[in-house]
């Protein structure tokens, strides 16, 4: 597949192990990934994405922990105050998972061959 031919590129291997100053989400969520690529180019030079990612990843949660909690509480102004705070982590989290290959379309575009595109003579060109 094209995505292992991009692999083959000499470059040093992602770090299989979550860097120390992740916090616990964020670490096991870079093990997931990490154990989850399977033959997608990433390599050591896509950590810090990959960090920044994982981070926004465990600010969601975070987030969506806290909504959780000022809903039980019966808090409805300090539930909705957090739903700007989700939104910017949602679109953090889609945008550094479609650079990093997470999602299907990101996937299937590094996957598509490429078309060539038909050259022609200067005969068919201008007869």
């Known amino acids: 597949m094209q995505a292992e031919i991009l692999a083959a590129d000499g470059l040093p291997e992602l770090q299989k192990t979550p860097p120390a ?14 154990g989850s690529i399977g033959k997608l180019p990433l390599r050591n030079l896509d950590r810090t994405e990959l960090e920044a990612y ?10 969506v922990d806290a909504m959780n909690k000022a ?29 990093l290959g997470l999602n299907v379309n990101s996937r299937m575009a590094m996957n598509m061959p490429k078309v060539e595109k038909e050259k022609k003579s200067l005969t068919d060109m201008f007869g």
């Open 21 to 34: 100053h992740l916090e616990p989400i964020a670490k096991a969520e870079y093990r997931r990934i990490v």
């Open 54 to 63: 994982c981070t926004w990843y465990a600010s969601y949660r975070h987030i």
């Open 71 to 99: 809903q039980a509480d019966g808090s409805t102004e300090e539930y909705l105050g957090y739903l700007s705070q989700l939104r910017k982590a949602t679109d953090a989290i889609k945008g550094l998972a479609s650079d």
